[in-house]
């Protein structure tokens, strides 16, 4: 079977499984999944994918997705993920999907620019949500007042919707540990809630609560391990924090993304 052809129909057993639920509005579905297929097939060197696309949607088309799903960016990148594994493809490390009205497009139309290494001013996965829903999520994540303790030492806040963990220096939490992969685990919020995405591809690296997971929607308590390196989710007022053990780093603060 051609490239072309199997990572098309790929793409489609995806759309028929869970990919459906990724969209909203009348956008279709394997329309959208059939291009990132061809987009990763046209891009690929050698059996290695492209790590960064850009998707050009219409004015009209970026709003009803902004609304629908402000996590369809992190949904992309997970397809990718699937489709590359599925198609015998290898990823530098995860996808980074972005998102963005183009004001020359018409209702349904769209553009995806893949490119094989990111740029330095590339942004993690994302999605650009309009102002309002932005600040609603912002408020949101302040009121759960999430954070992670990280092998009893580091007090980490979770403030904002997206922190990607792992080996390299460019992660959000860096883990300094040769046991640890370059890009690790996601905590993402979604649906009101942070969810834990295994990102390591090897089976009982990531744990919550002793039971090895690919995801995982947090709870307070929750033990997190990361190969052999624990971390404690916690949410609530800092005076009911668990404290991290003395003359360790109190609190480290999350650098803030421009």
Known sequence: MKPVSKFESLAQQLVEGSF?????GEMAELDIAARLARAVEDTQKGDEAAVVYEIRLSAADWADVTTQNPDLA????????T?????????????????????SLNRYQMRI?????PPDTADITQIRPSPAIAGEIGEAITAV???LIVEG??????????????????NDIVLDAAVISRYHAQIRWRYGRFVLYDLSNRNGRTLVNGRPVKESVLQSGDVITLSNIPLIYGEGQTAQRVRPSAGSDETQTMPKRG
């Open 74 to 81: 992190e949904s992309l990148a997970d397809y990718i993920v």
């Open 20 to 24: 459906r639920r990724l969209l909203g």
């Open 153 to 170: 030492r580091r007090h980490i806040p979770l403030n904002r919707p997206l922190i990607n963990i792992g080996r390299r220096t460019d």
């Open 113 to 117: 620019k893949a490119q094989q290494r």
């Open 83 to 103: 489709l590359c594994q599925r198609g015998g493809l290898t990823l530098a490390e995860h996808p980074r999907v972005t998102i963005v009205a183009d004001p």
């Open 145 to 147: 007042d999430a954070y």
